[in-house]
């Protein structure tokens, strides 16, 4: 009769699954998990303070800040293709020996002018160690928009990641929110529904003692039906319980304590934050303006932009300057001096220079200069959706809002008339003027009424915060 006669069970256990509706990462929960044997101490947190803790321990933000870093130092690392660049290799070798003039016989008389053969007879010229040093020095002049294109196009990447961090912060936010609100709406559900279930509890012993006593026309199947409801509060109080300590949980990960801490919160029941001021426009045009995502298309598009100019540049030249030398030295082989003939075994030499540097595939340039414009087109395309997409946005959470405050406003004076009916269903019941079937109607009705507000007010203020969010109002 309980349950069927109004779907108590389906509405009731509905309201309660959505209220902390909170899920924390694994990576966090095992480091939190970490700290359970250290020794606790009893902290009491606003939701601003949880929320402050969490945005200066939450390793999600830390991770994007570190990835931020990344691309600060990507474009160091481009910017340094414009300083001198030094290439040196040395090494230690062996050589054929050689001594005497390069004729055999040692000279060169007319018509007796033979040139030696004896390269590679080892064993009678021998072995030399081979000393050898090769060096450039240097410094590019000219790339024709290489350095230039390839280090905006980095520097638009670096604010990407900065605006990444953002969005993570809100996220953390709206995971702080999510979890304090949860927790306070799931205590809030236990407290009335531990005074239903008293309140059952003592119906049930009148009840019983009216039918032991013969002494009204109570019946043994309204016993049943108190029992049966009080049966099922008993469980949806345990539910609660249960989501109050997940909400609690979840917060000390968020708020970076250690597990054995105690956490309390500074509020004591959940109450309705303000109404956000402005109308749809106006947060439209915030949203437009404000939000992270903004930036980022206005700073992918520049990347992009660059990229393609980049990879037209890399069919051109680069015009560099510099220094190159060589040092060889075979102790074991005597030096020839004669100019017109390099010995790279015995040979030093140090030149300034300057010139021009190719490195060119025409097939290979031209289909990365497309890849890149494809992907120009493409973030073109999504900027277009996002100035459509994000207004949208906005005028889903703002009418949400509207209509959870409004629904919120009803169901406040609807659950104080629900619990009036309850009382006074009750007192005449315990006065033997009011049937078992009325109460349980009362009962029934006051529940119901009750945890639709605590959800309604719930759902609210998380919409509240939803529409922060997408109207990129920092925390």
């Not at 991770?63 to 910017?79: C, D, P, T, Y």
């Not at 990447?157 to 900065?162: A, G, L, S």
């Not at 001021?277 to 992009?304: N, S, T, Y």
């Amino acid at each position: 009769m309980w349950a069927a006669g109004t779907g108590l069970g389906k509405k009731f256990g509905m309201g309660f699954s959505r209220w902390p509706g909170m899920r924390v990462g694994v990576a966090l929960m095992a480091g939190w998990l970490a700290s359970a044997n250290a020794s606790g101490e009893t902290i009491t947190l606003s939701l601003e303070q949880a929320m402050q803790r969490a945005l200066e321990t939450d390793p999600r933000i830390t991770e994007r800040q570190h990835l931020v870093g990344s691309a600060q130092a990507l474009s160091q690392e481009v910017q340094g293709n414009k300083d001198w660049k030094f290439d040196a290799n040395t090494f230690l070798a062996i050589s054929p020996g050689v001594e005497g003039s390069p004729f055999q016989g040692g000279g060169c008389a007319p018509g007796n002018c033979t040139l030696r053969s004896d390269k590679y007879e080892l064993q009678k010229n021998g072995l030399s160690p081979w000393f050898n040093l090769q060096l450039t020095l240097i410094k590019p002049l000219y790339t024709f928009g290489k350095v230039e294109n390839y280090a905006a196009a980095a520097q638009s990447n670096v604010q990407v990641k900065e605006h990444d961090v953002r969005i993570q912060r809100a996220a953390t936010i709206l995971d702080v929110k999510r979890a304090y609100y949860g927790y306070l709406a799931a205590q809030d559900g236990r407290r009335f529904l531990e005074d239903v279930r008293t309140r059952i509890a003592k119906a049930i012993g009148v009840a019983q003692k009216w039918l032991d006593d013969g002494e009204s026309d109570i019946r043994q199947a309204d016993i049943f039906a108190l029992q049966a409801g009080h049966s099922l509060i008993s469980r949806y109080i345990s539910q609660a319980e249960g989501m109050q300590k997940i909400a609690l949980e979840g917060l000390k990960v968020l708020s970076g304590l250690k597990a054995a801490d105690e956490l309390q919160l500074a509020d004591k029941t959940l109450s309705p934050v303000a109404l956000p001021g402005g109308g749809l426009p106006e947060l439209q045009q915030q949203a437009l303006v404000q939000r992270p995502e903004i930036f980022q298309v206005e700073a992918g598009l520049k990347a992009r932009h660059a990229l393609v100019e980049a990879r037209r540049a890399d069919a051109l030249p680069n015009l560099y300057a510099g220094v190159a030398g060589v040092l060889s030295y075979s102790p074991n082989r005597e030096r020839l001096d004669n100019p017109y003939i390099y010995d790279p075994f015995n040979e030093s030499g140090l030149t300034p220079m300057i010139g021009l540097k190719w490195d060119w595939q025409r097939g290979v340039q031209r289909a990365k200069v497309a890849q890149e414009q494809a992907e120009l087109n493409a973030l073109i395309a999504k900027s277009a959706l996002a100035q459509q997409g994000i207004p949208f946005q906005v005028a889903e959470q703002y009418y949400q809002v509207q209509s959870e405050h409004a629904a919120l406003q009803d169901l406040s004076e609807g659950s104080r008339h629900a619990r009036r009916w309850m009382v006074g269903r009750y007192a005449d019941f315990e006065a033997g003027l009011e049937t078992a079937d009325r109460v349980i109607s009362a009962f029934q009705g006051y529940v119901l009424t009750q945890t639709d507000y605590i959800k309604t007010l719930y759902e609210y203020n998380m919409r509240v915060a939803q529409l922060q969010n997408v109207t990129g109002t920092e925390p």
